[in-house]
């Protein structure tokens, strides 16, 4: 406890509050949880935050949003991870290098949250399948991310969530689609 730069301390508290929004996301999961009215680009911005600070220097992210803010309902916690997953994915795919787009854009009654990686792309025979459970390109893991963020997005919040476009290797652009609120 003596001699500890003040930087690994808030870095600690960072985890530990992490810990505990990962704890109360999984108690999510199989039950209805609360949506409140927030700004999706605060809380874009915060996931993103999140994964850049623990990402290689090699992944360049640029977000394009509005200037004022856009309000839909949502539970922060469960949109973050969405948002994590769908970054984590892109760095997958990208190898660990290359550049993360992230572009807000508001209609009339809707807001899209676009995802762009410029990594190895998606078969278009894939594009509806990577959101089944247990679906994976990789080597590890249980193919249950997308398949969360699917059921997140569409089951939970009422929106829409697809691959839009996508080229092997040049990268594919996810759309996250959701109702705007309106006041």
């Known amino acids: 406890s003596k001699n500890i730069d003040d930087n690994y301390i808030d870095e600690i508290q960072k985890d530990i509050k992490r810990l505990n929004t990962i704890t109360d996301r999984f108690s999510k999961i199989g039950s209805v949880p609360i949506l409140e009215k927030n700004d999706i680009i605060v809380e874009t911005k915060k996931a993103i935050d999140y994964i ?93 991310g997308l398949s969360l963020s699917k059921r997140i997005i569409e089951d939970y919040h009422k929106g829409s969530i697809k691959v839009i476009s996508s080229n092997i290797a040049e990268g594919t652009t996810i759309k996250i689609q959701l109702k705007r609120t309106v006041g």
Do not use: A, C
């Open 52 to 144: 850049k600070n623990r990402s290689s220097n090699s992944i360049n992210f640029k977000i394009e949003n509005p200037k004022h803010k856009i309000t839909t309902l949502l539970n922060p916690q469960l949109f973050s991870w969405t948002i994590e997953n769908l970054i984590k994915n892109s760095i997958d795919s990208m190898k660990g290098k290359g550049d993360i787009t992230i572009k807000i854009i508001e209609e009339k009654l809707l807001v899209n949250v676009l995802i762009i990686d410029t990594g190895s792309g998606i078969d278009k025979k894939l594009f509806n399948k990577i959101f089944n459970p247990g679906y994976t390109s990789k080597k590890r893991g249980w193919g249950l």
